[in-house]
């Protein structure tokens, strides 16, 4: 009874998942075998170009432009400690709180090895053009030891204790062991997608001991042909000991998941469809069906292209690019080599009734051959010539196509380009030729995965991760190829700025919070104080304005007097010599001249007192306004490069 409630869900699937591989198969397993075989420099029968052909040499060309463009986006990425952030809520006062969960979850997921699980991501994308990673949640024990007193002494011990956490881990989906409806873009428009993958069979008895897998009994219930499609390399000798596992993630009938499920065929008009996970063992029985156990009800996969194709799943790596050069090249080698055979080794011509009977003609260093009369009428070597050297020009020409293709480059530093002009170049066509890739892999891949890895710690690490006020805007930093570019840039317009400029602070600030010194938080921190206006030293400031302008304001009046001084005695000499007249306008226009010396003085000492209300008053605003000016310099990074 337990049996026939999923044979109508397991035939749902089936008929689904084999039209996908039927799909996927037709139109890109050949081709991901050959890129596959180019990228290991793997000759098979099929690469001859001609029955004689007797190389079998597979040029590194490809295996190069592969390797170069991985190295590139893998530095872009990692390059630096911190290769993504989380922004915070731009209401949320408290900033430290983003601060740390990105912190925290960095060290859990390299803890878990999620930067290698990406580089072969990143490698899968090169070489099949689509990069694609999955999300899994476990329960794993972790073992440390602790110093703990034994009791009733002074004494300490140290014992092993263990502690349950909760892992998330980033795991490498090849595109070979993955499904997707076809009429979808991405996955999460998708019906569904499904993980295929050989798992030995004492994985399963644990899932169902452990409670994860229904108790079915899957002995005896395999099929070799399932094998088909599978990298051999992984497969046992045992195929008894193989059982091939289908993880499904996506849309199912909301009926096929209930007790009392109907066996009618299923109907997009009137079927409920819910988000489910369902497992099968051997594409025969279900080890688990249930609804999607997430907060967020989403998909745990997450992809990339390498390069875009427009309407598709399935991108465009760098194999992709450079297959067609890179046959022309494999087949200009093994030609030449087979000529450079001839040429070397030439064949002999031989009278037969000259040389001894059944003696063996070869040639080789040190070889002596009997022959019946003169060896020069006997054996005769036959010239085929020597090897075109225009075959030079081409391998060159096809290799530098190969470089065209793929937008790979050398990546040596040639000597005319060791300057930091020439590196700043280099560095900037090495962004542009990574950058559509980059920003794939940042917006289709990263974001989501951040998003989806913060859910699942929130969902099932509750002490570590606990629900506050910040919102998740993860974004990746570009890596350490733009910020050098950008900081090679700020650099020189600092030797153009005045050092008293404010711009120069702020300049000096990023060009440090670019670079990846491990105390440059420290530096960041010194300067900003430095920055800052010293309470202190304004009040000292305002104390010797003060007293210079009292000085000034007692000169004014003592000269002031004297001129009242003057003006009574010359007003009374005058009125004595009776020529008061000209000696009163004299001193009236130096008393009026002084009456606007007094007042400008306290014209200067009113704005004075203004300026420094106005300092006070603009303290909190400057503070405001120059860490606005520091999230405008990196909101405006972040568009330049998008």
């Given at each position: 009874m337990e049996e026939n409630k999923y044979q109508g869900l397991a035939g749902w699937l089936h008929t689904r998942l084999d039209e996908w591989r039927d799909h996927r198969d037709s139109n890109y397993l050949s081709k991901w075998d050959e890129y596959y075989r180019l990228w290991r420099g793997i000759w098979q029968a099929s690469?001859?170009?001609r029955q004689s052909e007797k190389s079998q040499l597979i040029s590194p060309a490809l295996q190069q432009a592969v390797e170069s463009s991985v190295s590139e986006i893998e530095e872009a990425t990692f390059g630096r400690g911190k290769w993504f952030d989380i922004k915070d809520d731009i209401l949320d006062q408290d900033k430290q709180d983003a601060e740390y969960v990105r912190n925290l979850l960095q060290e859990d997921l390299e803890s878990t090895g999620c930067k290698d699980a990406l580089c072969e991501v990143f490698l899968n994308a090169a070489i099949y053009g689509t990069g694609i990673g999955k999300i899994s949640v476990e329960e794993?024990?972790?073992?440390?030891?602790?110093?703990?007193?034994?009791?009733?002494?002074t004494v300490t011990e140290r014992i092993l204790e263990e502690q349950v956490m909760t892992d998330i881990k980033i795991e490498p989906i090849s595109p070979k062991e993955f499904l997707i409806d076809p009429s979808a873009v991405n996955i999460n428009e998708a019906l569904g997608v499904a993980h295929e993958i050989i798992k030995p069979r004492h994985t399963i008895i644990e899932g169902i001991e452990n409670g994860t897998y229904r108790d079915v009994p899957i002995e005896g219930n395999y099929n070799e042909d399932f094998l088909d499609g599978f990298d051999p390399e992984t497969s046992r000798a045992d195929a008894s000991d193989q059982i091939k596992i289908t993880e499904y993630w996506g849309k199912v009938p909301a009926r096929f998941l209930e007790e009392n499920e109907s066996m009618d065929d299923f109907?997009?008009?009137?079927?409920?469809?819910?988000?489910a996970v369902v497992t099968m063992a051997n594409d025969s029985y279900i080890l688990r069906a249930d609804r999607n156990p997430f907060m967020m009800t989403d998909r745990p996969f997450v992809s990339y292209q390498h390069d875009l194709v427009p309407s598709k799943f399935w991108g465009r790596g760098v194999c992709e690019k450079g297959f067609n050069p890179q046959k022309a090249l494999d087949a200009e080698m093994r030609a030449r080599i087979d000529s450079l055979a001839l040429t070397t080794t030439p064949m002999m011509a031989a009278d037969a009734t000259r040389l001894p009977r059944g003696v063996r003609l070869e040639v080789r260093p040190g070889k002596t051959i009997l022959t019946n009369g003169d060896p020069r009428q006997a054996i005769m070597p036959l010239a085929l010539g020597s090897t075109d050297q225009n075959t030079y020009t081409q391998v060159a020409s096809l290799q530098n196509?190969?470089?065209?293709?793929?937008?790979?480059?050398?990546?040596?530093?040639?000597?005319?380009r060791a300057t930091s002009a020439g590196m700043s170049m280099a560095q900037s066509s090495a962004i542009k030729r990574q950058k559509r890739t980059l920003m794939n892999f940042q917006n289709t891949f990263l974001i989501p995965m951040i998003n989806k890895c913060l859910w699942r710690k929130v969902q099932f690490d509750v002490e570590r991760y606990p629900v506050a006020d910040y919102k998740f805007v993860p974004y990746s930093t570009m890596g350490i190829m733009a910020k050098e570019l950008e900081m090679q840039q700020m650099v020189s317009l600092l030797q153009s700025i005045p050092k008293d400029s404010s711009a120069f602070d702020i300049i000096?600030?990023?060009?440090?919070?670019?670079?990846?010194?491990?105390?440059r938080d420290q530096i960041i921190n010194a300067l900003m104080q430095e920055s800052q206006p010293n309470p202190q030293d304004e009040q000292m400031e305002q104390m010797g304005k003060e007293l210079q302008l009292q000085q000034l304001q007692a000169e004014v009046q003592k000269t002031m007097a004297e001129a009242q001084e003057e003006q009574t005695k010359a007003m009374k000499n005058a009125a004595e010599a009776g020529a008061a007249q000209p000696n009163e306008l004299m001193i009236q226009e130096k008393f009026i001249k002084l009456q606007k010396e007094l007042a400008a003085i306290d014209k200067l000492r009113a704005d004075t007192e203004n300026t420094q209300s106005e300092t006070l008053r603009n303290i909190p605003e400057v503070e405001?306004?120059?860490?606005?000016?520091?999230?405008?310099?990196?909101?405006?990074?972040?568009?330049l490069q998008g």
């Open positions: 690469d001859r170009t794993n024990t972790w073992r440390y030891p602790v110093e703990v007193p034994i009791e009733g002494t109907e997009y008009d009137s079927d409920e469809l819910v988000e196509m190969i470089q065209m293709g793929t937008g790979s480059s050398d990546t040596g530093v040639s000597a005319e000096l600030i990023s060009v440090f919070q670019n670079s990846s010194m491990h105390n405001h306004l120059q860490s606005e000016t520091l999230l405008n310099i990196a909101t405006a990074q972040e568009k």
